[in-house]
């Protein structure tokens, strides 16, 4: 029996979740809300990246519609395996299989769907900041997050959009923030779509 407390910030946690197919925060599909906005980007020549994509619905969504420099970011290696066998042909060299935290580059656009949210509040702004560090100038933060406070003490974590408003506006602009109105059934009127741009 495993005496040490849950690490939410070890990929071994993250192992276990895709091991045991819990499929709560899969969808088998790109978000709507999310699918809704790149459909309406015309330069595909974007340095994209998703980071804590899992099985990567996004990143394929992007792949599949010639979003060529997209990429994928888990420290899961479960989650990589799984992306891998969702799409086959995307190029191995922008699978990250790594800490974001320890991850370096520069990018046009980062995606968020259900990223903050894996991480204890505590760590928020953290993530925030290395988020801020990764866009290039005037580069844009852009997905969901859930618009309430779960009340438990595992992922997912969310809370009230003034929280994510006091997080998010000394690192951007806030150039959209407002719930969601495609939404998936059991989400819906619960995600805050939004679109910040660096400062």
Same mark, same amino acid.
């Given at each position: 029996? #495993?005496?040490?407390?849950?690490?939410?910030?070890?990929?071994?946690?993250?192992?276990?979740?895709?091991?045991?197919?819990?499929?709560?925060? #899969?969808?088998?599909?790109?978000?709507?809300?999310?699918?809704?906005?790149?459909?309406?980007?015309?330069?595909?020549?974007?340095?994209?990246?998703?980071?804590?994509?899992?099985?990567?619905?996004?990143?394929?969504?992007? &792949?599949?519609? *010639?979003?060529?420099?997209?990429?994928?970011?888990?420290?899961?290696?479960?989650?990589?395996?799984?992306?891998?066998?969702?799409?086959?042909?995307?190029?191995?060299?922008?699978?990250?299989?790594? #800490?974001?935290?320890?991850?370096? *580059?520069?990018?046009?656009?980062?995606?968020?769907? =259900?990223?903050?949210?894996?991480?204890?509040?505590?760590?928020?702004?953290?993530?925030?900041?290395?988020?801020?560090?990764?866009?290039?100038?005037?580069?844009?933060?852009? *997905?969901?997050? &859930?618009?309430? #406070?779960?009340?438990?003490?595992?992922?997912?974590?969310?809370?009230?959009?003034?929280?994510?408003?006091?997080?998010?506006?000394?690192?951007?602009? &806030?150039? =959209?923030?407002? =719930?969601?109105?495609?939404?998936?059934?059991?989400?819906?009127?619960?995600?805050?779509?939004?679109?910040?741009?660096?400062?």
């Amino acid at each position: 029996m #495993d005496r040490h407390p849950i690490d939410f910030l070890h990929p071994r946690y993250w192992e276990a979740q895709y091991q045991l197919l819990r499929q709560g925060w #899969d969808m088998g599909y790109a978000s709507p809300p999310i699918k809704t906005y790149l459909d309406q980007l015309r330069d595909k020549s974007l340095q994209v990246l998703v980071p804590g994509a899992g099985k990567g619905w996004e990143v394929k969504y992007l &792949f599949d519609q *010639g979003f060529k420099n997209t990429f994928y970011l888990d420290f899961s290696a479960e989650a990589v395996a799984k992306f891998k066998t969702i799409c086959p042909d995307f190029p191995a060299n922008q699978i990250l299989n790594s #800490d974001f935290f320890s991850h370096h *580059g520069q990018y046009d656009l980062i995606l968020e769907q =259900t990223f903050l949210s894996s991480f204890p509040k505590e760590r928020w702004e953290a993530v925030a900041e290395k988020i801020n560090k990764l866009l290039k100038p005037g580069g844009k933060y852009v *997905g969901l997050l &859930f618009n309430h #406070d779960f009340g438990h003490s595992q992922p997912p974590f969310a809370s009230h959009p003034e929280t994510y408003r006091s997080l998010f506006e000394i690192l951007f602009r &806030f150039k =959209t923030f407002e =719930t969601a109105t495609n939404s998936i059934k059991p989400r819906a009127g619960r995600e805050i779509f939004f679109i910040l741009q660096k400062n």
